[in-house]
């Protein structure tokens, strides 16, 4: 079950591309604990990915974190042409601590 999708643009020479980002319901997990499986959809390659909590709250949240780090840590986004609502707005997914100091815009406004 897909719990919500975010569109982020990519610009390239061909123009711009979608990228989209899809997170899935948490399942529960086989240790007792809980799954919460993401994919970003790079215009190359799909990335999949899972994040695990002792719930199933915790298990959404550090997924939007997870997924926060692998967009702000992108040749894309290094390079700049990645964006979601404007250019240099940020992707509106939580950064743990460790990484704020990559934030750009309303992200770094507000989680900065």
């Not at 719930?55 to 894309?76: F, G, N, P, R």
């Not at 997914?93 to 815009?105: A, I, N, S, T, W």
């Amino acid at each position: 079950m897909v719990i919500g999708t975010r569109i982020l643009t990519l610009r390239t020479e061909a123009g711009e591309v979608p990228v989209p980002v899809t997170i899935y319901g948490p399942e529960a997990g086989t240790d007792g604990g809980w799954l919460c499986r993401y994919e970003i959809g790079w215009p190359d390659e799909l990335r999949v990915s899972v994040a695990g909590g002792v719930d199933a709250l915790q298990a959404v949240h550090l997924t939007m974190q997870k997924i926060a780090v692998d967009l702000y840590t992108s040749d894309e986004h290094r390079e700049g042409r990645l964006s979601w609502s404007g250019q240099g707005g940020g992707y509106g997914f939580p950064m743990p601590k460790g990484g704020r100091d990559l934030l750009v815009g309303f992200d770094k406004q507000f989680d900065g």
